[in-house]
Every structure is written in structure tokens, then in C-alpha cells.
């Protein structure tokens, strides 16, 4: 196989509504979408960065940077035929695992079109349809929040994550617990808490939730091992977990119960299936996270999240929830049972709008080996 062209698109598409977390706010996404022409195919990949370092010290520049810089030079002499080959030539890259995961899901997407087959076949899973759920971000008062979980009950959700910080924690989720009994219900810290704030956390405890997912800081599995004993209900990380040898810490250190998966935070799908795997030998739930991603992003979530060991709902979304208009075709939509359909085209499976990608992206710029 042979790497003709890689393209990088910078790209900017508002958010339907603003997204909220106990301590950045998001307006639009802002993202690194890349492209790459092998062999008469081609491959798409999408970098979970933002524009603001709120969720982790990469952001749409830096992901730039470091592919322009290093992954795609290094991508171009190694012309990889194989993830393994891929991971091989970016491990002198340190951190950064959000740049090279987009590079390593467009790999993907021309391996599995090669290939002849869906995406989800190629990695392991399958059925025609995965368990989501909504992650709804603080709102300007409780009285908002059950009015937009309303909405999104109303759409079809039957698993609602609430954003939660101090101030917005206890109340709101004894509000939306008290309207919805039965609702499957869990709430994100994004980091915000300290373990003085393990009372706190306690109250959370009575009202019957999945999880609660990352409430101290994202390095920090020491301290969630001291909260986890402290609390009835099982602590899931996120943030702090971007390799499987973090997954082994916070599972050997008793710092959680659950895992988050999210393939661009772990550096890739490679060391998504990495963890997925140990988890599910250990018995320790998954389930997929999301990034408010575009829909080429999305469709690699949701082929990976019919892998057995996601057992819980994901973090992945109906189009229309995030854009008014994604830049695939057909756009993702929610099925009457809380499900989204998995692609069953070769590779992602979906259609990039070209026009539309034009449409919403700042910059873009195309490499070719040298010489
Ligand atoms: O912590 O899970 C998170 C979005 C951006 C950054 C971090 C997180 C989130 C979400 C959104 O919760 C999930 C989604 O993509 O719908
Ligand atoms: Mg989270």
C-alpha cells in the first residue's frame, strides 16, 4: 500500500446549544479532520481536541503542530501497512495521544475499506445497533435542566448524564432523580473536586446513579483510590486513564469500578481494544465516551462500542443533538429504543460531505513524501 496524500482540515461547526462542564464552555466545535489518499482510497480521521485546553492540554493547534510536524512526516517514510506498523513509527512522539489518534482512525478507515469490510467488522464487533445515551451539560438554573432532560426524554433517550460542580451537584440531581425514578441516570465531574469534597460526594449516593465519573483531578487515580471505598456508588475514570497500563493502576489500586473509553484519548482505536480487553477479562464494565464529535468521529465510536465488553449505554449521540447540520452522510439518528445503527459500509461507512467540509473549515493544507 502506498500513502499518496495526507490533508488536514481545520474545521469550526456551531453547537446547537452551548455545552457546559464544571470548568470550560464549548460554543462550536472546533477540530483537526484529516484525510489521507492511499492506494486509490480514502481515509478519514477526526482529532477529539478542542479549541480551549478545558478537558486536557491538547487543542485544535496543538494537534495541528504535532501532525504537521512529526506524525505526518513520519507517517509519509514509514508508509505503514498495518496499525501496528503506524504505532511503531509515532512512538518517539511523547503525549499527544488525540493528534495521533486521528491519524491512526483514518489508517483504520483505508485498512478496513482494503479490507472489504465495515469498520465494527474489522475491529472485533458486532450487531446492527449499540445503547447510547445523552450528556447534558450545566444549565443556567435546575428549573432549565429538567426542561432540557424533558426534551431529550421527549427525543427518545433512556440514559441521561448530567454535568454536575460545586454548587450545581446534589440539587440537580435530586431535581432530575425526583422527576424521572426510574430514569438511568450518572453525572460527570470533569475533574473539578478534591478529596476533602469526599462528604460531599457522599449526598450523591442517594439517588441511585450508574456512576460517577471523574470527579478528582485528571492524574490523580491515587486520590480515587481513597474516595472509591468511601462511596456506594462505583467511580468511573475518564481523564485519567490514556493507556491500558493506566487502566491496570486505577483497577489494581481499587480507584474505580467502571471504565470510560474514548479512542482518542487513549491515543487510538488500538489502545481503546487494549483496554476494552483487559476490562472485560477482569469483568470491569466499559462504555464508549464521546467527544462531541462530527459524525466521522461518531461512526468510528459506534462501530467500536458493539465490541461485548460495552455493556453500558455510550456517550454518542443523534447528529442533530450536537449540529444542525454533520458533515456525513447519512446523518447518525436516534432509533425508538435509545439505539444508534452502525454502518454497514466498508470502513466508517459514512459519506463526508465535501461542500460541507469546504463550508465550515478555517484552514487546510495537504503533504506529499518529498522527492
Ligand atoms: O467528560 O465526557 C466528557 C464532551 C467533551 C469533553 C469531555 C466530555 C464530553 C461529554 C460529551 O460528556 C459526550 C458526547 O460526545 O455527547
Ligand atoms: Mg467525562
Known sequence: MKIEEIALYHIKMPYRSPFQTSRWIEYDRECVIVQLHADGLTGWGECVASQNCGYS???????????????????????????????????????????????????????????GVPLQTFLGGSGDRVRVGVSVGIQETTDKLLQVVDAYLADGYRRVKLKIKPGRDVGDTAAVRKAHPDLLLQVDGN?????????????????????????????????????????????????????????????????????????????????????????????????????????????ANVAAASLPGFTLPGDISASARYFFEDIVEPPFTLNADSTLSIPTGPGLGVNVRLETLERVTLRWNTYRRSG
Not at 488525540?98 to 491512526?104: C, D, L, R
Not at 493502576?249 to 483496554?275: D, F, Q, T, Y
Not at 476494552?276 to 467527544?291: I, K, L, N, S, T
Request: aromatic letters at 8%; a negative charge.
Open 57 to 115: 492540554y491538547e487543542t485544535t493547534k496543538t494537534n495541528w503542530h504535532i501532525l504537521e510536524d512529526f506524525i505526518i512526516p513520519a507517517v509519509l517514510a514509514a508508509n505503514p501497512d498495518e496499525i501496528c506498523g503506524y504505532r511503531a513509527a509515532v512512538a518517539h512522539v511523547s503525549g499527544h495521544p488525540m493528534a495521533k489518534a486521528g491519524m491512526e482512525m483514518a489508517l483504520w478507515d483505508v485498512f478496513a475499506q482494503r479490507a
Open 191 to 299: 475533574s473539578v473536586y478534591r478529596l476533602p469534597d469526599a462528604e460531599h460526594l457522599k449526598e450523591l449516593d442517594d439517588f441511585n446513579l450508574l456512576l460517577i465519573e471523574q470527579p478528582l483531578a485528571d492524574d490523580d487515580i491515587f486520590d480515587h483510590a481513597k474516595l472509591q471505598p468511601q462511596l456506594k456508588t462505583p467511580l468511573c475514570l475518564d481523564e485519567s486513564i490514556t493507556s491500558v497500563e493506566h487502566a491496570r493502576w486505577a483497577l489494581e489500586m481499587g480507584a474505580c469500578r467502571i471504565v470510560n473509553i474514548k479512542p482518542g484519548r487513549v491515543s487510538g482505536m488500538h489502545e481503546a481494544l487494549r483496554i476494552h480487553d483487559y476490562c472485560r477479562e477482569r469483568g470491569v464494565p466499559v462504555w464508549m465516551g464521546g467527544m462531541l464529535e462530527t459524525g466521522i468521529g461518531r461512526a
